[in-house]
């Protein structure tokens, strides 16, 4: 059985499978301990970290790219807003 199987624990259906499901869970549990006593926002930002690579950087660089991202973001959204208002009144008003 892989790891990425979709059966559950409630869902598998021999005991095998069972066991099996309960030692990768176990193995999880061990492996990241941290993960299993976060709240949803806290994995959601440790998701965040690990997904771009902010992990293995000072705490100087993380805080200079999220500003960047947050920058981006605001320029994205103002523009966004923008062009939808303008595209609102020439097309619809």
Same mark, same amino acid.
């Given at each position: 059985?892989?790891?990425h199987s979709?059966?559950?624990l409630a869902e598998a259906s021999s005991s095998?499978?069972?066991?099996?499901?309960?030692?990768?869970w176990k193995t999880l549990r061990q492996t990241f301990p941290?993960?299993?006593t976060m709240n949803w926002v806290q994995r959601k930002i440790? +998701?965040?970290?690990?997904t771009f690579g902010l992990?293995?950087?000072?705490?100087w660089e993380r805080c200079l790219f999220n500003t960047l991202v947050v920058l981006l973001m605001w320029f994205v959204c103002r523009n966004g807003f923008r062009s939808?208002?303008?595209f609102c009144?020439?097309? +619809?008003?």
């Amino acid at each position: 059985m892989s790891l990425h199987s979709s059966t559950t624990l409630a869902e598998a259906s021999s005991s095998d499978e069972k066991f099996q499901l309960a030692e990768i869970w176990k193995t999880l549990r061990q492996t990241f301990p941290r993960f299993e006593t976060m709240n949803w926002v806290q994995r959601k930002i440790y +998701l965040y970290n690990v997904t771009f690579g902010l992990y293995m950087l000072d705490w100087w660089e993380r805080c200079l790219f999220n500003t960047l991202v947050v920058l981006l973001m605001w320029f994205v959204c103002r523009n966004g807003f923008r062009s939808a208002t303008e595209f609102c009144k020439r097309n +619809l008003w």
